[in-house]
């Protein structure tokens, strides 16, 4: 068995090229478009897991208030410079961070100090070497990374959750070993790594 990762805008788009796969696993909505395009079996959509996002700082740095969405606001105000996944990417916490900005009333305050990272490598490096002082990506990728520290997810007035979804790829020869991950992966044995995982 191959498994190939990536942020969901670029799974789908190397999907939608071609890529041969037997499932496809990722965010709702674009299982949802497979779906109507008959990439995927049609059938009731299964949730695995949803993630969140949340902030992180370099390991022993001082972690911002972000308790509220108040606090959150006044702590991105203050913060010296902050980073995310650049929403061009694709990426779910990037396209969610910039809305959430602008949604806030801040953007405008926040564009001369933040940094767009255009991969998860620079994103971390950042913020681990002091260079950037807050950084914000989905809390399961964030409690992967040993190199910076989680200093907690967004709110929940403000949180936003990805959901996961499984696909079975339309003429595959392998569905039932799909079935059977998906099966898996749905089990309280899974569920309890996702959750130790950072997902929900």
Request: proline share 5%; aromatic share 8%; no cysteine.
């Amino acid at each position: 068995m191959t498994v190939a990762y990536g942020n969901a805008g670029a799974i789908a788009d190397r999907f939608q090229k071609g890529e041969a796969a037997d499932l496809v696993i990722n965010a709702a909505p674009l299982m949802d478009q497979l779906r109507a395009q008959g990439k995927v079996v049609a059938g009731d959509q299964i949730i695995i897991a949803k993630v969140g996002v949340s902030a992180f700082v370099r390991k022993g740095a001082a972690k911002p208030d972000i308790s509220s969405a108040d606090a959150f606001k006044r702590s991105m105000l203050a913060a010296r410079s902050i980073t995310y996944p650049d929403p061009a990417g694709g990426g779910a916490s990037g396209i969610y961070m910039a809305y959430l900005l602008e949604r806030l009333g801040i953007a405008g305050d926040m564009k001369p100090k933040t940094r767009l990272s255009p991969s998860a490598k620079e994103l971390y490096a950042s913020v681990a070497s002091g260079d950037v002082e807050i950084g914000f990506n989905q809390i399961s990728e964030v409690l992967a990374q040993p190199t910076v520290e989680f200093a907690g997810a967004l709110p929940s007035a403000i949180q936003n959750y990805t959901q996961f979804a499984p696909g079975i790829v339309t003429g595959s020869t392998q569905t039932d070993a799909a079935r059977a991950l998906v099966t898996f992966l749905s089990s309280p044995a899974a569920q309890t790594v996702l959750k130790a995982k950072g997902f929900e």
